[in-house]
Antibody, heavy 120, light 107 residues
Framework: QLQLQESGPGLVKPSETLSLTCTVS??????????WTWIRQPPGKGLEWIGS???????YYNPSLKSRVTISVDTSKNLFSLRLGSVTAADPAVYYC????????????WGQGTLVTVSS | DIQMTQSPSSVSASVGDRVTINCRAS??????LAWYQQKPGMVPKVLIY???SLQSGVPPRFSGSGSGTDFSLTISSLQPEDCATYYC?????????FGGGTKVEIK
């Protein structure tokens, strides 16, 4: 069973870049069934899909964030990463790394989530 | 983009009641729909995938139905531990999208 764990700074300054890493354990990152995905949840609000990366390198991003987002993978280190540039007061959230399973069409498993605050 | 609209936004019911949450897609998504339960401070958990398939380990009082644009999640007999927010999510096409959530409370 794959397990995911987010890591990265919990505090980012306005206009700077948020960078998070998700370490994957318990299996291979080369599966053709999975998209490596980031989802966020602002405090007290709903879930927002940020983007997904296929093992082949194909990426899909939320159109509302596309200009600021990059998701990348390093299979040699069993991790994938999120970079969100030019952060503002709209970006504080719990950020989750998640697997999107193309067969079932659902997100499972999830990392525990990491809270990112934006403040100078 | 496919918009997902959930109703109601909140529901209050008694233990043992039957509770139904609805989810409507802005265009047809076949059966490519999942339901999640999120308790306060916890990670979302898959309950249902492919509109009506019960995730392993999920109690059978949870069921899903629908196809095309209209879907529902039913809790056949509400239990205290079912207090949570429930989200639907479409898996028909990118960008993947969630409904706004339905908060279920016990009366």
């Amino acid at each position: 069973q794959l397990q995911l764990q987010e890591s990265g700074p919990g505090l980012v300054k306005p206009s700077e870049t948020l960078s998070l890493t998700c370490t994957v354990s318990g299996g291979s990152m080369s599966s053709s069934t999975y998209y490596w995905t980031w989802i966020r949840q602002p405090p007290g609000k709903g879930l927002e899909w940020i983007g997904s990366l296929y093992y082949s390198g194909t990426t899909y991003y939320n159109p509302s964030l596309k200009s600021r987002v990059t998701i990348s993978v390093d299979t040699s280190k069993n991790l994938f990463s999120l970079r969100l540039g030019s952060v503002t007061a709209a970006d504080p959230a719990v950020y989750y790394c998640v697997i999107y399973n193309t067969l079932s069409g659902c997100f499972d498993p999830w990392g525990q989530g990491t809270l990112v605050t934006v403040s100078s | 983009d496919i918009q997902m609209t959930q109703s109601p936004s909140s529901v209050s019911a008694s233990v043992g009641d039957r509770v139904t949450i609805n989810c409507r897609a802005s265009q047809g998504i076949s059966s490519r729909l999942a339901w999640y339960q999120q308790k306060p401070g916890m990670v979302p958990k898959v309950l249902i995938y492919a509109a009506s398939s019960l995730q392993s380990g999920v109690p059978p009082r949870f069921s899903g139905s629908g196809s095309g644009t209209d879907f529902s999640l039913t809790i056949s007999s509400l239990q205290p531990e079912d207090c949570a927010t429930y989200y639907c999510q479409q898996a028909s096409s990118f960008p993947l999208t969630f409904g706004g959530g339905t908060k279920v409370e016990i009366k």
